[in-house]
């Protein structure tokens, strides 16, 4: 795609978000494309397609919610995951499991969006918002500043991306030994370790193909391109 045809797929981007359209069939995605492999293109058009991309998430996502409350918002969670997980050890039988796992399902949830905002924000990303995209997927993510993001070298991107699936695949095998100090049932111990199993096997089947490892993927091939 030459410039002029990213040039054409912006207006036709801005023409359908104007008539209340999704950039379906406008050829947005595939002129960033090209603007990724062109750092004078990314220069050029890094905030008209921030400014793009922006309007048509804002369109799609069921909730936004400031940057700076959702980051409040998922630390404070954080250390609530992590006091539940403390608590687990003044308590015994069935209380300490549930406050076990009650802690690891809220960590799990908090910190995937944080490592993406930590690493970003290391590798020289900005972030816009918080936000729930759809009923079926209510995990919290974080919004891409996509004016940063094209400035910033494709590694970087690519490592952005696979910090939250890293983070999350390690922590139940991080919190292993939590568990059995906290004398969990054996049962309970393996239960740990089976969420760790699923969650990797997850990313395999699926993680690969539709989420952060395919966009780890994606930008490390514009690494190897450049």
Not at 25 to 38: C, D, L, P, Q, Y
Request: proline letters at 4%.
């Amino acid at each position: 795609m030459a410039e002029p045809s990213v040039e054409n797929a912006l207006v036709r981007a801005e023409d359908a978000l104007d008539a209340g359209n999704d950039l379906d069939g406008t050829g947005f995605w595939s002129a960033v494309s090209r603007v990724k492999e062109n750092p004078e293109l990314a220069e050029r058009y890094a905030d008209r397609i921030a400014r793009i991309d922006d309007r048509a998430f804002r369109n799609w996502a069921l909730v936004t919610v400031p940057l700076w409350l959702g980051t409040a918002s998922m630390l404070a969670a954080t250390v609530g995951g992590l006091a539940l997980v403390w608590w687990t050890y003044a308590l015994e039988g069935w209380g300490a499991v549930v406050a076990f796992y009650a802690g690891l399902g809220v960590l799990l949830v908090t910190t995937h969006g944080l490592a993406h905002l930590v690493t970003g924000a290391i590798s020289g990303i900005g972030f816009t918002c918080w936000f729930i995209g759809s009923i079926l997927q209510p995990q919290p993510g974080v919004k891409i500043d996509y004016s940063t993001y094209l400035r910033t070298r494709p590694r970087r991107r690519a490592w952005m991306h696979a910090s939250g699936a890293i983070l999350t695949k390690l922590l139940p095998f991080a919190l292993l030994g939590a568990a059995i100090a906290a004398d969990l049932p054996v049962w309970a111990v393996w239960g740990v370790v089976a969420i760790g199993v699923v969650a990797i096997v997850t990313d395999i089947a699926w993680s690969t193909s539709k989420s952060d490892w395919k966009r780890f993927r994606r930008e490390m091939e514009f690494a190897q391109d450049s």
